[in-house]
């Protein structure tokens, strides 16, 4: 598949299946995130790899918007130091990496973000000094996934030509 391709047809999941996704295919959506530039080259970000189905249900429990994540194969937590103000910035560029990359091995993800933060800290031993920025939890999709529920607004719509006033007529 090619990165258009994987931009189009990927979709945000919630609902995976049973089936293990196979180590080769975690370790390529690390690298990925290892690769990924952060501002200023700071690699100030980490990342817990969850894999205990007793820590999936933990998270799930720990969540107020993925509920779902209970249910998926594995899970990424980005922690990210917010004394950089493009954190949040390099948070979004390493999630969207991972997320490509597993679906370019046809595994499916999702994100969230909301959390009950003290319980969260708590359970996974998370520092004051590092920000929750999301969590993806990752695994195969059950239903076949083409890309075409995807409900976006048109170009014409959120493209402007040279000056925010003048609208895209392509
Ligand atoms: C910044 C951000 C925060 C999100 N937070 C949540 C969340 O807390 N829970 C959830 O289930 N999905 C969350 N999502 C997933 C969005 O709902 C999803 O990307 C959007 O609906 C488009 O989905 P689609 O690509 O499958 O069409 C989040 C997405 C983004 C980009």
């Known amino acids: 598949m090619d990165a258009f391709e994987c931009v189009t047809t990927k979709l945000d999941i919630r609902e995976f299946s049973s089936k293990e996704v196979p180590r080769e295919i975690k370790l390529k959506v690390l690298e990925a995130a290892r690769l990924t530039g952060t501002g200023l080259n700071t690699q100030h970000w980490r990342f817990i790899l969850i894999e205990n189905k007793e820590n999936l249900k933990k998270l799930a429990e720990d969540s107020t918007s993925g509920n ?5 194969n ?4 980005i922690l990210t ?3 950089y103000h493009f954190h949040l910035i ?3 560029r390493v999630l969207q ?3 490509l ?8 993800s999702g994100i969230f973000t909301g959390i ?3 319980e969260f800290r708590k359970d996974f031993g998370i520092p004051q000094q590092l ?4 969590v993806i939890g990752f695994g195969y999709p059950i239903k076949k996934l083409t890309g075409k529920r995807k409900d976006r607004m048109p170009l014409n719509v959120l493209v402007r030509n040279e000056k925010y006033g003048i609208s895209n007529k392509s």
């Open 68 to 72: 779902w994540v209970a249910n998926c």
């Open 81 to 83: 130091n917010p004394k």
């Open 97 to 99: 990496n991972m997320q």
């Open 116 to 118: 009950e933060e003290d």
């Open 74 to 77: 594995f899970a990424i937590i």
């Open 101 to 108: 990359v597993a679906w370019n091995y046809s595994v499916g």
């Open 131 to 134: 920000n929750v920025s999301a």
């Open 90 to 92: 390099d948070a979004g």
